[in-house]
Structures are given as structure tokens and as C-alpha cells.
């Protein structure tokens, strides 16, 4: 088993007071606690207290990046406006960058019609590629979302049940395989012995990821892991 849990959060990705989503959330978080080494956390967008005159890494909120940043995937809970994502959800995501790179996510759509937030889906996929996500096989539609759970809040419908449940094994098993990608193998062979110890608890971290900055004019970013805490640190270079 993992020499530490996988931490996995659920982003509810919409500010929207009253929002049945939120009630999707808690199902989601409580599914991914039957599993064992996960620990989990329901993030809710409206405590990060982003300003709405800025926008990317500048307003980052410390703690939704230090938390990402120590995860190990993530899954996004959200409904669907107008055949897309909420605008909230896209000012979180954008104000992080490296903390996000070769993380799984899984994704539940919801909406009050029949295609429980298909068209959301489709839509925040090369978003949350761009940011750089990994995306999974699977993901969960959950339609008419008013009457799909009993009052205890738990779904009705045992198709959907399994079909969650098989997000959440596709889901952990990426985690698994990437964070022992982050940790152990470098993106190149020249960068094999290319190491910094970890601001957090000195231990020689991994180059896993160059990334490209282009809010920044073209710097890279070279970002590393380390083994032993799970966080993760990036150094500018210069423009390739």
C-alpha cells in the first residue's frame, strides 16, 4: 500500500448559493473515503475569496495551492450553465499553474435536465488540459439531479453508483502511477541526476516537468517533486 494516503480533494466548482451540487459533493467525498490510504476534503469556492478585478497566478489563494500542490488528483464536482462551466470555476483553475502538472482529475457533471452536465464535460476538457491535468477514461453524468438522491443523501440509482465508483479505481490508480512517475523518473535523461532539496523537508527532489510560461513571455519552468512530502516546486530558466 502507499507510504502515505493519496490525497485526493473534490472541487464543487460553482458559487451559486443553494446549488444542488453541493449535496453531489458530499456524496462524491463520501464515496472516495470507503477507499483505503485516501484522504479527501471538499473545497468550496466561494471561502477562497478571490478578487474579481484580477485574474491568474497573481491572485492565487495560498491555501487552495499549497492544497493542490500536496494532492495527488483531484475531482472536480460541477453543474452546467448554459451548455458550459461556471465562470467562477475557470477563475480558480487559472490561478495555478505547476501545483496542477501531471495530477489526475476525475470529473461529475450535474444538471437538472437529462444530460447531467455531458456538455460541461466536454467543455472544461481542454481547460483542465491546458492547466496541466491528466485526464482519465471516465467520468460521471448525473441528470435530474433534483430527485436523484433520498434524503440521506445518497444516490438512488445503482447504475450511477457504479459508474462513480469506477471513476474513483481509474482515478487512484493514475494517482498511484503518476506520483511515482513525479518522484522517480525525470522527464529526460540528462535531467537524471538534476535535483534541489525540498524547501519543506530537505529531501533531494525530482525534475518531473518543463513547462512554458507564455503570460511570462516564453520562460520555462522546471518543475520538481519530492518523494517524501509530495510538494512540488518550479525554477525559472530562460526562454526555449
Known amino acids: 500500500?502507499?507510504?502515505?494516503?493519496?490525497?485526493?480533494?473534490?472541487?464543487?466548482?460553482?458559487?451559486?448559493?443553494?446549488?444542488?451540487?453541493?449535496?453531489?459533493?458530499r456524496w462524491v467525498a463520501s464515496r472516495l473515503t470507503e477507499q483505503p490510504d485516501v484522504e479527501t476534503r471538499i473545497i468550496e469556492l466561494e471561502t477562497l475569496s478571490?478578487?474579481?478585478?484580477?485574474?491568474?497566478?497573481?491572485?492565487?489563494s495560498q491555501e487552495f495551492s499549497d492544497l493542490v500542490d500536496q494532492s495527488d488528483g483531484l475531482i472536480i464536482v460541477s453543474p452546467e450553465y448554459n451548455h458550459g462551466y461556471p465562470a467562477s470555476l475557470k477563475h480558480v483553475l487559472d490561478t495555478n499553474y505547476?501545483?496542477?502538472?501531471?495530477?489526475?482529475v476525475g470529473l461529475v457533471g450535474v444538471s437538472t435536465g437529462a444530460l447531467g452536465g455531458a456538455r460541461m464535460i466536454e467543455n472544461l476538457l481542454?481547460?483542465?488540459r491546458a492547466v496541466g491535468l491528466v485526464l482519465i477514461q471516465r467520468d460521471v453524468t448525473i441528470g435530474n439531479v433534483a430527485g436523484a438522491f433520498d434524503d440521506e443523501e445518497q444516490h438512488t440509482d445503482e447504475g450511477t453508483?457504479?459508474?462513480?465508483?469506477?471513476?474513483?479505481?481509474?482515478?487512484?490508480?493514475?494517482?498511484?502511477?503518476?506520483?511515482?512517475?513525479?518522484?522517480?523518473?525525470?522527464?529526460?535523461?540528462?535531467?537524471?541526476?538534476?535535483?534541489?532539496?525540498?524547501?519543506?523537508?530537505?529531501?533531494?527532489?525530482?525534475?518531473?516537468?518543463?513547462l512554458i510560461d507564455e503570460e511570462a513571455?516564453?520562460?520555462?519552468?522546471?518543475?520538481h517533486a519530492c518523494p517524501a512530502c509530495g510538494g512540488s516546486t518550479a525554477e525559472r530558466g530562460g526562454i526555449e
Open 161 to 210: 453508483v457504479h459508474r462513480l465508483d469506477g471513476m474513483v479505481r481509474e482515478l487512484l490508480w493514475m494517482a498511484a502511477t503518476l506520483r511515482q512517475g513525479r518522484e522517480a523518473v525525470p522527464t529526460r535523461l540528462e535531467f537524471a541526476t538534476d535535483t534541489i532539496a525540498c524547501s519543506d523537508c530537505g529531501t533531494p527532489m525530482n525534475h518531473h516537468a518543463t
Open 98 to 104: 505547476t501545483e496542477y502538472v501531471h495530477k489526475p
Open 217 to 223: 513571455g516564453g520562460f520555462s519552468a522546471r518543475v
Open 126 to 128: 481542454p481547460v483542465l
Open 50 to 60: 478571490l478578487p474579481a478585478n484580477n485574474e491568474g497566478t497573481s491572485i492565487r
Open 1 to 25: 500500500m502507499a507510504d502515505r494516503p493519496y490525497r485526493i480533494p473534490v472541487l464543487r466548482g460553482t458559487v451559486r448559493k443553494g446549488a444542488r451540487s453541493a449535496g453531489v459533493a
